[in-house]
């Protein structure tokens, strides 16, 4: 997987009942005009369908929206199917209303990042580029 | 038209054909001779003086807006005053249904409520008619308005949280805990499965001996706006369709005085929809499901007085002032030319009108009081009809503390009784900004109506995924505006506090309340006769197999025990479940 050679994969995801999509909307047309290829999983996802996607459209990025209180329950799972099929490697994001306690606790689970209202697109955009050219950079160093 | 600047007045004769409103020629050229002059030798110099930028736009249509309007402006558009305004109560209803506008009575003021068990809602419900409110709005949580009980794996954290969860008759029962003599109106806002909704409501009125003929319910049935942005869907947009055309068919033959039709255009505004685009996608919409209950054998005069809409109103008052004006005259004007109805009842637009949460910021949140206000202000101009409801300050946050409802009533009355807007009927009609836009507006709404209809209506829209990609693109341009500050919002991109922190007293809900409602559910199925429920389970799916009605056998089934997830489910087998491709989503 030589990521230098294809444009990054994100795929973004909503878990559960939650609806709200103007968010994801909005990321989604942001990293396509940043050159990133966006797939998404249309709604009302459980864990297993989106960390099986992941795998099979072999992405580097894992973008989950939430806007419903249901990210507790549903997160820790995507992180935990995601270790058990070794797909560790990927980043995953956070994205919607997550309470900063909350927040804490998804991060100290695995998650790389969460943003919340009133973070910019270029915020998001700029965090996945250079993650990416970091995984990449020590990569090539090992 | 030159030949005239400098002729005296007197020696014209006055030009009968002019329409009413309109400037005679040789006005408009002295008009334009004297506006020109101002623009050149006072606004130029004025402006170039200036520190704000060049040119401004309306905030959801980004049209242009001119420096100064004029009777010019007016006579641009083809302004005709008993063709495009007339009178209150009368057609073209430009100016409001009511022949007497807000001097007869004030909108009924409203708040929408529903959060946890049935129990939490009646108390918030007394609470809330306590401060003064008499029409109550009842939001079902995610489970339930996606057609799934309390206890399904599939929805673990959500029971309670976005409404009211209501699995059985009994959850329904003891929301609806309520005084009915001072209950106007109720609202039940539950697309995907109304029948069953609206079959446990009958249910449940019968077994509190209420007379359904007492107060108004107002179901929302509103499916198709599910496809379009809001997603709570169960089944294909079709199937969808010809339920909510049971549940409009079976209403108006046995409670013909409740409402089984509310078409929420502004969920379409709060998915960024332009006004001219919640009007065009709103009425679209309305039209299918208008052929579809024609098909029903019902005329146009019975039915189109049960349609009614909840319209959304942004911040940018002029644009919210004039789409409600102009929402009136494209929907009698259709209505009377596409339809051909005939009686002045049908020819009037019912709604509710609704500032959206999403004018509402998270940041600074007693900044949204004067928001708030400001909305109701606009909605009070542009005609508010029958209802108004308001958000609430902190929602952004979470769900209303009972100091933010108190705020939220007062801000409606305040509008109504302190600021006399209220006291004459439609104050800014003539203006002349406003009166062009709204001419505008109107223009372009049809043509978009037009466009439409050449893809096969509204559902031939929502399934070439014409709303959803229209939509996803205002979303991001919206959004981009924000981001690049050409539209500066207090708190957010101007005016903004580092490191603010939310301070609040915030509602919490109970978390112990989804396990109690698990247990009363699990309790519920335990105790009913199961051949019963099996039989009338059965005979649902025997009805959505064929074309009868959906609502009396699902009233069977909700007499049998039946839960409301038990009833989708039956259904979902017949009409299976929609599961758009990502072409479809907008995003």
Redesign the interface.
């Known amino acids: 997987m030589n990521s230098t050679s294809r444009p990054i994969r994100v795929l973004?995801a909503k878990l559960?009942?939650?609806?709200h999509?103007?968010g994801?909307?909005?990321i989604?047309?942001?990293l396509r005009d940043a050159g990133m290829e966006v797939?998404?999983t249309?709604?009302?996802q459980?864990p297993e369908m989106v960390v099986s996607t992941a795998i099979q459209e072999d992405v580097d990025v894992v973008g989950i929206s939430s806007l419903?209180?249901?990210h507790?329950?549903?997160v820790p799972k995507v992180l935990e199917l995601l270790h058990q099929q070794g797909a560790e490697d990927k980043l995953v994001v956070i994205g919607g209303v997550v309470p900063e306690a909350d927040a804490q606790r998804l991060r100290e689970m695995g998650v790389h990042e969460v943003f919340t209202?009133?973070a910019?697109?270029?915020d998001v955009v700029n965090y996945i580029r250079q993650w990416i050219t970091e995984r990449d950079r020590s990569a090539a160093r090992a | 038209m030159n030949s005239r600047i400098g002729q005296a007045r007197t020696l014209e004769s006055p030009d009968q054909a002019a329409p009413a409103g309109a400037v005679s020629q040789d006005d408009s050229a002295a008009l334009r001779e004297a506006q020109q002059n101002w623009q050149a030798l006072r606004f130029e110099p004025a402006i170039a003086a200036g520190t704000r930028k060049p040119l401004f736009t309306t905030q959801a249509l980004r049209w242009p807006i001119n420096p100064l309007y004029t009777p010019l402006d007016l006579e641009s558009v083809g302004f005709d005053y008993l063709r495009d305004v007339g009178f209150p109560g009368e057609f073209p209803y430009t100016r409001g249904t009511d022949p007497a506008g807000n001097r007869a009575r004030l909108w009924t003021m409203a708040q929408v409520t529903g959060f946890g068990t049935g129990r939490d809602w009646s108390k918030r419900a007394r609470f809330m008619l306590d401060q003064g409110l008499q029409g109550l709005i009842l939001e079902h949580d995610l489970p339930t308005t996606n057609g799934y009980d309390s206890d399904n794996p599939l929805v673990a954290g959500e029971v309670g949280r976005a409404g009211l969860a209501i699995d059985t008759l009994e959850d329904l029962e003891s929301a609806l805990d309520v005084p009915f003599d001072r209950l106007k109106y109720l609202m039940s806002v539950c697309n995907a499965p109304q029948p069953v909704n609206l079959a446990m409501l009958i249910a449940t009125l019968e077994k509190k001996g209420v007379d359904p003929a007492t107060f108004t319910l107002h179901m929302v049935n509103g499916i198709l706006i599910e496809y379009t942005c809001v997603g709570r869907y169960i089944y294909p947009p079709r199937h969808g369709l010809r339920i909510a055309t049971d549940v409009i068919e079976y209403t108006i033959r046995n409670h013909p005085n409740w409402m089984p039709l509310s078409i929420i255009s502004a969920q379409l505004y709060a998915a960024r929809a332009n006004p001219v685009q919640e009007l065009a996608f709103g009425i679209s919409i309305a039209f299918a499901y208008m052929d579809a209950a024609l098909e029903r054998g019902f005329d146009v005069d019975t039915l189109a007085p049960y349609f009614h809409f909840v319209t959304g109103v942004d911040m940018d008052f002029f644009e919210a002032v004039c789409k409600l004006r102009a929402f009136r005259k494209v929907w009698a004007t259709l209505l009377r030319d596409r339809y051909g109805a005939k009686r002045s009842e049908s020819l009037k637009l019912r709604i509710m009108t609704s500032p959206g949460t999403m004018s509402l910021t998270l940041q600074q949140p007693l900044n949204n009081i004067t928001r708030l206000a400001t909305m109701a202000l606009s909605c009070a101009l542009g005609g508010a009809g029958e209802t108004m409801t308001t958000p609430l300050h902190d929602e952004a946050h979470a769900l209303p503390a009972d100091e933010a409802i108190r705020v939220g009533a007062a801000v409606q009355h305040i509008v109504a009784h302190e600021t006399g807007v209220a006291d004459t009927i439609d104050p800014l009609a003539g203006s002349y900004y406003v009166e062009t836009l709204t001419r505008k507006i109107e223009t372009e709404v049809l043509a978009e109506i037009a466009r439409i209809d050449a893809m096969g209506g509204a559902l031939g829209a929502i399934e070439r995924g014409y709303f959803q990609r229209e939509l996803g693109r205002e979303q991001y341009e919206r959004n981009r505006d924000l981001e690049t500050g050409a539209r500066k919002l207090v708190g957010v991109n101007h005016l903004k506090k580092p490191e603010e922190r939310a301070e609040l007293d915030m509602f919490r809900l109970d978390e112990a309340s989804e396990i109690r409602q698990i247990e009363q559910l699990q309790q519920y199925r335990a105790n009913r006769d199961q051949a019963q429920v099996a039989a009338a389970l059965q005979a649902v799916r025997d009805a959505a197999a064929g074309t009868e009605n959906l609502v009396p056998p699902i009233l069977a089934a909700v007499r049998a025990h039946a839960t409301h997830g038990e009833i989708c489910d039956a259904m979902r087998e017949v009409f299976g479940v929609y599961r758009p491709d990502a072409q479809l989503t907008g995003i």
């Open positions: 973004l559960g009942l939650d609806t999509t103007i994801i909307t909005v989604a047309h942001a797939i998404f249309g709604l009302k459980t419903s209180a249901a507790m329950r549903h209202m009133g910019q697109t270029a």
